[in-house]
């Protein structure tokens, strides 16, 4: 077993809080040290907001979990300052394969756009993500930045008051109490702040099974993704195969509903299973195997006064279309720039609740297509399995039944349209970059825009006017200037202009457009600012 | 919502008796299972070639409400 595993990152320490009698009360704290957690603790730091992290482990999580992560946290990991280490580490794969029962049905290349600083996804598995995220974590720390994070410390109890929260942390040495002025809640699918609370989490729960086996393989298969549909060596259930950094491979068979657990985690039934799929020669270890079920559901609002839910704890998907890390990253980029404006009292506590409009918007969507790639890969009826064989049999000859094959599909982020931050769009522009769309990536000289935005309010002029800094009311917007005229691949004008000469877009701090025009107008750029930070 | 998206319940087959026959000799022979796979095939490539979602939510819907 890798030894990452064992290695606690964030051991116990006692704090000064557990030798004190008057009751601490902290700016914020985030329950849970998981990708969405650190994520948030890190992106806070970063803006120096005092943050303390607590969980009740000390490690890496355990086991088989993510592996799959999308271009657009790989973005949000860039501004957090750990993209780097993540792309490095992981591996990249284009070809990907589909099988239905004995045979290849197609081959699809996922041909990257070019353009990007970032791929379409990296392959890497869950607890270098988190190491990753603990290191740089560290590094700010170092550095001096407000942020802690202690080990073995649990939640145990909670008490939410209209201006704080007040929490009773177990620790290996007995329990302490203290107070925060926010609270976020990054405690995974099973919440204990949810549960404590009395909060609801509600959805589908999905009567299948799958057993994961992560192996360690010296083979010669290539960095490729291979599914299969009724194969057989796992007849009437699906497989899939996948390639993780250290030669590591992921191994996921659907089991179905009615199994006996414990029979099916048997070494030798696994080595049977992995011996049918692989070849029976295969040499092998296996560094991890499990079990899991899956559930479609969200909480139905993110945000209860001062305690916010974010990550897994707020919702949960299957891992169909790895979604799950995914999207809780896109949660804290989108609530930490919002949290740090109402706690510098720059902006009113009611800009929070666009956290819950933009993020309930991308939870939904992320459920819609989680359930429906589930929906393709286990058929709930007669005819679905028809129809779902039909697509399969013809995608082998026919190209068009191709885009109908449902085995996850790749996670993208949500536009938030309709969101109350949104200054209706004044541009005949791209739809890919209107207002709510998530700023796409453009090259730029040596270097890529998104490395130029981000953590603050942006006017991105292109051969537009525009001075070069503007304040409203507290809220300090700059400028970056650009022009087609530096343009060479012709991505910029592609993304941010189509047909326009010129465009003025204001972007937040997540680097989603707030708004955009052809031209700077004070007031109407003003008022966008104003809008943009809930004072309108 | 312009005429063009709207699907066509008036009579349009060049020639029905020939093509309901050709739709039968296809299934001759083949047992149910092996039926209802050549039916879903048919039915997603006749949806593949109309293409238009509104032309085939009208289409599902006209099929729903006749049986
Ligand atoms: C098999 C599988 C495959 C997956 N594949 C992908 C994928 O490819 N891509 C993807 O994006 N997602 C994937 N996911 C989902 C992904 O693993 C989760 O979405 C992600 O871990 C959620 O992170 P989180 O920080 O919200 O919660 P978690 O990772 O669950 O972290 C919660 C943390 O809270 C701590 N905690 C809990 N209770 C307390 C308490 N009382 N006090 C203090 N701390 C506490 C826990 O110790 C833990 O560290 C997969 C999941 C599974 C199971």
Redesign the interface.
Known sequence: MNKIFETPLYPYRRAPEQDEERIMRHKVVVVGAGPIGLSAAIDLAQNDIPVLVIDDNDKVSFGSRAICFAKRPLEILDRLGAGDAMVEKGVEWELGRVFFGAREVYRFNLLPEAGHKRPAFINLQQYYFEEFLVRRLRELEAEGRPVEIRGKNKLAAIGAHEDHVTLEIDTPEGPYNIEAEWLIAADGAGSPTRRMMGLDFVGKVFEDNFLIADVIMQADFPTERWFWFDPPFNRGQSALLHKQPDNVWRIDFQLGWDIDREHELKPENIDRRLRAMLGENIRYELEWSSIYTFQCRRMERFRKGRVIFAGDSAHQVSPFGARGANSGLQDTDNLIWKLKLVIEGNAPESLLDSYDFERILAADENILNSTRSTDFITPKSEISR??R???L??SAR?E??RP?VNSGRLSVPAVYDGSPLNTADALDGPAISRPGAPCPDAPLGDGFLLDRLGDRFILLTIDAEAPDEIEEDGITVTRLSLSVRDDTTGALKRRYLADEPSAVYLIRPDQHVAARRPSWNENLFRAAIRRATGKE | MPDTTDLILTPNLDNADDFYATLLAAHEGLSKEESDALHARLLLILANHIGDNKLLEQAIEAARKAG
Do not use: E, G, R, S
Request: proline share 0%; net charge negative.
């Open positions: 028809i129809l064989d039909a697509v049999d013809l026919h068009f039944a109908l």
